[in-house]
């Protein structure tokens, strides 16, 4: 277990130092980009096999107590996350590679080895057991996101930038004090210890941690009122950096969410998280609803679908949990799919607009398969897993007798099938627009694009058709974080040096 901790950590940021000082030379850039993330994606894989049979386990790194040290935790939640964010990274860096050469892609001597520390940065920050750590993974996944989002050098992209920075820096700023004050009043920032002595503190104090939390987090995740950042920056990347964004970045502030607060007891804060996760969801179905461009319509959703987690995260139930992370584990490759899906409609139509695009269908009947399996999921239509995991967070609100989050979560459903169906009429059906022209790509490239696509669309489909077995290896993971007992022991007892 130590090594597959490690090399799902440590492999992607050496890759991308190898990929760095092989930047003249493409295809072994490539090599190293892809096998680096495929190791780190292989041994997140089998974390979930050994810790599904085995239980839980710790690497306290160095040999250090809890108190002092960096821990990690390769608990079930956390394993259940890993290797999907890093099996999107893997599979948008071979779409990458397919785009390199046309005006949609980014630029493969930067992009590539960003991937790989994006990649390190999101390890560590569902495997760390500490704040800090956890901090200091953030601050990876930031520099390397805005790199990412700004390396062309647009005027639009250096707008947004700005935006994503200044909002993400701000959050991370609170995050530094937050660590200090939770320090300050635990004597420790080892989330193990401080699910022990959290809820040992005065109310007021306890309630104070908590909501600062949720501000730091919730600026990461994109909850309203603060997603402004969102949808102005991600539809400026290039398609993948936005497929990577709207398939993680969001998610780990909703993962760090959960964990903390689960971990510590926050229930009292569960009626304000309900109100905004009501909120979160209309709003971002409704900006949806208004946009006439692809990438827009779908960066307006990442908002609205992070509003049902933090809803399955405020009702404070097992069963709560339970969707919220169902849920998690859904939208993190149907959104990416969604985006690789623009990017193939880019790549054929020259734009990503509504009024410039059309009949799709008839001529690329491929891609309207691609996009369609995604789109009826994230509208939560059966047989796909989008309608598991809103059934099972729509149902945990029935069974708290939350009724005013119910109709706002059905609402917001229909909205969102509202939205999809805006793309479809919009790209795929109809007649021929008056559109730009199509960006010139190598055969050889298409069908490496096309196939990353395809092998996105057929992750979800597993979920999808393994949707029992998610839904109990979710509950069991629910049932770990609300009791905690089991999280202490592993990391003060069971550690491995």
Same mark, same amino acid.
Request: glycine share 10%; proline share 4%; charged share 10%.
């Given at each position: 277990?130590?090594?597959?901790?490690?090399?799902?950590?440590?492999?992607?940021?050496?890759?991308?130092? =190898?990929? %760095?000082? &092989?930047?003249?030379?493409?295809?072994?850039?490539? +090599? !190293?980009? $892809?096998?680096? @993330? *495929?190791?780190?994606?292989?041994?997140?894989?089998?974390?979930?096999?050994?810790?599904?049979?085995?239980?839980?386990?710790?690497?306290?790194?160095?040999?250090?107590?809890?108190?002092?040290?960096?821990?990690?935790?390769?608990?079930?939640? =956390?394993? %259940?996350? &890993?290797?999907?964010?890093?099996?999107?990274?893997? +599979? !948008?860096? $071979?779409?990458? @590679? *397919?785009?390199?050469?046309?005006?949609?892609?980014?630029?493969?001597?930067?992009?590539?080895?960003?991937?790989?520390?994006?990649?390190?940065?999101?390890?560590?920050?569902?495997?760390?057991?500490?704040?800090?750590?956890?901090?200091?993974?953030?601050? %990876?996944? &930031?520099?390397?996101?805005?790199?990412?989002?700004?390396?062309?050098?647009?005027?639009?992209?250096?707008?947004?930038?700005?935006?994503?920075?200044?909002?993400?820096?701000?959050?991370?700023?609170?995050?530094?004090?937050?660590?200090?004050?939770?320090?300050?009043?635990?004597?420790?920032?080892?989330?193990?210890?401080?699910?022990?002595?959290?809820?040992?503190?005065?109310?007021?104090?306890?309630?104070?941690?908590?909501?600062?939390?949720?501000?730091?987090?919730?600026?990461?995740?994109?909850?309203?009122?603060?997603?402004?950042?969102?949808?102005?920056?991600?539809?400026?990347?290039?398609?993948?950096?936005?497929?990577?964004?709207?398939?993680?970045?969001?998610?780990?502030?909703?993962?760090?969410?959960?964990?903390?607060?689960?971990?510590?007891?926050?229930?009292?804060?569960?009626?304000?998280?309900?109100?905004?996760?009501?909120?979160?969801?209309?709003?971002?179905?409704?900006?949806?609803?208004?946009?006439?461009?692809?990438?827009?319509?779908?960066?307006?959703?990442?908002?609205?679908?992070?509003?049902?987690?933090?809803?399955?995260?405020?009702?404070?139930?097992?069963?709560?949990?339970?969707?919220?992370?169902?849920?998690?584990?859904?939208?993190?490759?149907?959104?990416?799919?969604?985006?690789?899906?623009?990017?193939?409609?880019?790549?054929?139509?020259?734009?990503?607009?509504?009024?410039?695009?059309?009949?799709?269908?008839?001529?690329?009947?491929?891609?309207?398969?691609?996009?369609?399996?995604?789109?009826?999921?994230?509208?939560?239509?059966?047989?796909?897993?989008?309608?598991?995991?809103?059934?099972?967070?729509?149902?945990?609100?029935?069974?708290?007798?939350?009724?005013?989050?119910?109709?706002?979560?059905?609402?917001?459903?229909?909205?969102?099938?509202?939205?999809?169906?805006?793309?479809?009429?919009?790209?795929?059906?109809?007649?021929?627009?008056?559109?730009?022209?199509?960006?010139?790509?190598?055969?050889?490239?298409?069908?490496?694009?096309?196939?990353?696509?395809?092998?996105?669309?057929?992750?979800?489909?597993?979920?999808?058709?393994?949707?029992?077995?998610?839904?109990?290896?979710?509950?069991?993971?629910?049932?770990?974080?609300?009791?905690?007992?089991?999280?202490?022991?592993?990391?003060?007892?069971?550690?491995?040096?």
């Amino acid at each position: 277990m130590n090594l597959l901790v490690t090399t799902t950590v440590i492999a992607p940021i050496l890759a991308a130092a =190898a990929a %760095l000082l &092989l930047r003249a030379h493409p295809k072994s850039r490539d +090599v !190293v980009t $892809i096998v680096g @993330i *495929g190791l780190a994606t292989l041994a997140s894989y089998a974390m979930l096999i050994d810790v599904n049979a085995n239980g839980s386990q710790t690497v306290r790194v160095g040999g250090w107590a809890p108190e002092l040290g960096i821990v990690l935790v390769a608990d079930l939640f =956390a394993v %259940l996350v &890993l290797p999907i964010a890093l099996s999107i990274i893997l +599979v !948008v860096e $071979i779409f990458a @590679i *397919g785009q390199r050469r046309t005006a949609w892609g980014a630029n493969p001597e930067l992009a590539g080895p960003l991937l790989g520390v994006l990649t390190g940065g999101v390890s560590l920050a569902i495997l760390t057991g500490d704040l800090f750590t956890l901090f200091v993974a953030f601050e %990876l996944i &930031l520099v390397s996101s805005y790199v990412l989002l700004t390396h062309q050098g647009q005027r639009d992209q250096i707008r947004s930038g700005m935006t994503y920075v200044v909002m993400n820096l701000l959050a991370s700023t609170l995050f530094l004090f937050g660590v200090a004050f939770v320090y300050a009043a635990t004597g420790t920032i080892n989330l193990a210890l401080l699910a022990e002595r959290i809820p040992e503190l005065d109310s007021g104090v306890r309630l104070g941690i908590g909501a600062w939390f949720f501000v730091v987090f919730g600026t990461k995740a994109a909850v309203f009122p603060l997603f402004s950042w969102l949808p102005d920056s991600y539809p400026t990347a290039p398609t993948t950096i936005t497929a990577v964004f709207a398939g993680l970045l969001t998610k780990i502030g909703i993962y760090s969410m959960i964990r903390f607060h689960t971990l510590t007891g926050m229930d009292e804060l569960g009626p304000i998280m309900l109100v905004i996760a009501g909120i979160t969801m209309v709003v971002g179905a409704l900006g949806a609803l208004a946009q006439s461009d692809i990438k827009r319509i779908l960066s307006f959703h990442v908002i609205s679908q992070i509003g049902y987690m933090l809803m399955g995260l405020g009702l404070f139930s097992a069963a709560g949990t339970t969707g919220a992370i169902l849920f998690l584990l859904h939208h993190m490759p149907v959104k990416t799919v969604l985006f690789l899906v623009g990017g193939l409609i880019e790549n054929h139509e020259g734009t990503s607009s509504l009024s410039r695009s059309g009949g799709l269908a008839a001529r690329k009947p491929v891609i309207a398969v691609l996009f369609a399996i995604p789109a009826l999921s994230l509208a939560g239509l059966p047989p796909f897993s989008g309608f598991v995991a809103k059934f099972a967070v729509i149902s945990a609100g029935i069974d708290e007798s939350a009724v005013a989050i119910v109709v706002v979560a059905l609402f917001a459903g229909i909205l969102t099938l509202l939205s999809m169906t805006k793309i479809w009429l919009g790209v795929f059906w109809g007649t021929d627009a008056d559109g730009l022209e199509a960006v010139p790509t190598a055969a050889n490239n298409r069908r490496l694009m096309f196939a990353a696509t395809g092998l996105a669309v057929a992750g979800t489909l597993t979920i999808s058709f393994f949707a029992g077995s998610v839904f109990d290896l979710s509950q069991r993971a629910a049932e770990e974080l609300r009791s905690s007992d089991a999280y202490i022991t592993t990391v003060t007892e069971g550690a491995q040096e």
